[in-house]
C-alpha cells in the first residue's frame, strides 16, 4: 500500500472511531474494571411492611392505662361488670320487696275495713236524722233488710253491696269467697226509718266454683244486681229478704242460674222502735 493510500485512509478510520465513541455515550470503561451496576430506583411493595413476627417499632403508641388487653372496649367491661350483681344482693332485694307488698297489702285491709265502717256509721246517722226530723221515729216506722244466701255449692259469693236510698248500708269483698259464702243469713238494717217511699239497691257477685264436669264454671264471674221500692207506713214494720239462689231447674244451664229475688212482708203490728243493728 503506497503511502498516498494511507494518507486518504486515515481520515476515514479516525472518523469511524470518533462516531463509534459518540454512540457509546462516553470514554470506554477502562481495561479491568467492571461496570456500575444500574441504579435501583423501584421501591419493593413490602419496604416498609414489618417481617413478620418482629415487635413493633421504637416509639410506636402503647395501648392506653388500663385498656383491656383483648381489644374489649372499656364501656363495655364496666357494662359488664355492673350487670353482674351478686347471689345474696338479688337476695336481699327480693326479701325487701315481699316485705313491703306484705305491708302494703295489710295497710289497704285496714283502709278498707275504716271505709266500710264509716259507711255504715253514715248510713245509720242518715236515717236517724231523718226519722228524728221528719217525725218517722215517734211514729214507728220500721224496716228490716236481711240478707240470705241460697246459692249452691257451685257458686262464691265475692262481693256484697246495698244500698239504701242512695245511702251505703254493708259493702263488703271477700276475693276467696269463703267468709261471704258462709253468711247464708244476714241482718243488714233494723231500725226505724222515715215513711214513705225507699229505694232498696243490692249487687252481688259470685265466681264459679265447679268441680267435676262443672270445672268450667272456674272461669265465670256473676254479676247480679237489682232494685226495690217499697213504703215504710207509721206503726208498721217492713221485712225485706234478699235471695241470692240458683232459678230454673235441672235442665237450665249453670251459667245462667244465677239471679237476685226480693221477698217482702208488710207486718201491721209492728214492736216498738228497735235501734239500728249494730249498736
Known amino acids: 500500500m503506497t503511502v498516498p493510500t494511507l494518507r486518504l485512509l486515515l481520515p476515514v478510520a479516525l472518523v469511524a472511531a470518533?462516531?463509534?465513541?459518540?454512540?457509546?455515550?462516553?470514554?470506554?470503561?477502562?481495561a479491568g474494571q467492571p461496570a456500575p451496576p444500574p441504579a435501583d430506583t423501584a421501591t419493593p411493595a413490602d419496604a416498609t411492611a414489618p417481617a413478620e413476627g418482629a415487635a413493633p417499632a421504637e416509639g410506636a403508641a402503647a395501648p392506653a392505662d388500663g385498656a383491656p388487653a383483648d381489644g374489649t372496649a372499656p364501656g363495655e367491661a364496666a357494662a359488664a361488670e355492673a350487670g353482674a350483681e351478686s347471689p345474696t344482693a338479688t337476695t336481699d332485694l327480693a326479701t325487701a320487696e315481699r316485705e313491703y307488698e306484705l305491708r302494703v297489702s295489710d295497710l289497704e285491709t285496714r283502709i278498707k275495713d275504716l271505709k266500710e265502717n264509716i259507711h255504715r256509721s253514715k248510713a245509720k246517722?242518715?236515717?236517724?236524722?231523718?226519722?228524728?226530723?221528719?217525725?218517722?221515729?215517734?211514729?214507728?216506722?220500721?224496716?228490716?233488710?236481711?240478707?240470705?244466701?241460697?246459692?249452691?255449692?257451685?257458686?262464691?259469693?265475692?262481693?256484697?253491696?246495698?244500698?239504701?236510698?242512695?245511702?251505703?248500708?254493708?259493702?263488703?269483698?271477700?276475693?276467696?269467697?269463703?267468709?261471704?259464702?258462709?253468711?247464708?243469713?244476714?241482718?243488714?238494717?233494723?231500725?226505724?226509718?222515715?215513711?214513705?217511699?225507699?229505694?232498696?239497691?243490692?249487687?252481688?257477685?259470685?265466681?264459679?266454683n265447679g268441680t267435676g264436669v262443672f270445672s268450667y264454671l272456674e272461669g265465670y264471674n256473676f254479676k247480679l244486681k237489682d232494685t226495690i221500692t217499697f213504703t215504710a207506713e207509721p206503726g208498721k214494720q217492713v221485712i225485706i229478704e234478699v235471695v241470692g239462689y240458683e232459678q230454673g231447674n235441672f235442665t237450665t244451664e249453670l251459667t245462667d242460674r244465677p239471679a237476685i229475688r226480693f221477698d217482702t212482708q208488710l207486718d201491721a203490728n209492728a214492736s216498738p222502735a228497735a235501734a239500728p243493728a249494730g249498736e
Open 125 to 208: 246517722l242518715t236515717l236517724l236524722t231523718q226519722a228524728v226530723t221528719e217525725g218517722g221515729l215517734g211514729r214507728g216506722a220500721q224496716v228490716i233488710i236481711i240478707h240470705k244466701n241460697d246459692m249452691g255449692g257451685n257458686f262464691l259469693l265475692t262481693d256484697v253491696a246495698y244500698f239504701l236510698d242512695g245511702g251505703p248500708l254493708w259493702q263488703e269483698v271477700d276475693e276467696q269467697g269463703t267468709q261471704l259464702t258462709e253468711k247464708r243469713k244476714h241482718v243488714v238494717w233494723e231500725g226505724n226509718i222515715v215513711e214513705g217511699s225507699h229505694t232498696l239497691s243490692v249487687s252481688m257477685i259470685y265466681k264459679g
Open 18 to 30: 470518533v462516531s463509534a465513541f459518540a454512540q457509546e455515550g462516553g470514554t470506554p470503561a477502562a
